[in-house]
């Protein structure tokens, strides 16, 4: 509510303002070393980016002109800010770079969001006649049905498919962004993608449904099983999967963690299916 009465008082000054607080902070962080400060970028960042919806939903933002304008804006700040060295190239965290985009978030994922916004509303008007056909609205319906538990278990799947690859040695010894490594891509993927599959068929009918909670023993393990994942997952986000000094080089302990909370909630999820 707060953010709407904003929008309808100042409309486009909220984003623009939001942003350029947000870039205030990211050279704090980059040029003198306040790196705790940062972490405010959380609210500045995608409170900037939940703006746009208002502009969306109202229309003011819409069509392929808008959509073109926009994609362009969105990729023009992510190619200008990179090259220049302000920022690094690379969108996700990768170990022991000093100034990430992520963690904490900085004005970079706002230009992606202006650049997938572009990309959407330019395409939005085609996507909608398409989706009239029942068919194909049919599998929109089936895969927003488990979206959000593909959302939060993927991670795991890629956690336990990095491991079986260290383990093995099978498709982490390429150098990056060569060749071979980008021809493996596609098989990485389809790895990921199963390993990701018995997640989701374990967990998206509770995304489906809306059973009694838990009681008594069911709900002492669901309450830990959560904890356990999210201790887990937040570890491994903040530290990776790497670690020269753990067991096969891997962050042992986040992985266990995560993997007991998984079991913990599958553990919960089949026996109350049973």
Known sequence: PLMLALHRRFGALVPVGLIAIAAGIDVLVRDHG??????????????????LGFFWRERRISGIRTGVLLGSVGLGALVVLSQAGLYSRSLLGIPGEEFGNTQPPTIMLMAVALFQLGIILAAERHMRS????????????????????????????????VLGAQVSGLGLRGEALTA????????????LAAMTAPFVRLFAGIERTTPAPPVGSGAA?????????????GLLAFE???RPDGFLGLAVVPLAL?????GLLGRLRISRAA
């Open 240 to 242: 990776g999967f790497y």
């Open 130 to 161: 398409r989706l009239e056909d029942g068919r194909i609205w049919g599998w929109v319906i089936a895969a927003n049905s488990m979206a959000m538990t593909v959302y939060l278990w993927h991670l795991p799947a890629m956690a336990f498919g």
């Open 221 to 233: 393990a669901a309450v830990a099983g959560s904890v356990l994942a999210a201790v887990g997952l």
């Open 180 to 191: 071979g490594w980008w021809l493996s891509r596609p098989f990485w993927i389809l790895i």
């Open 258 to 262: 995560l993997g007991t909370g998984a």
């Open 34 to 51: 306040m790196t705790g400060i940062g972490y405010v970028n959380y609210v500045f960042v995608w409170l900037a980016v939940h703006q």
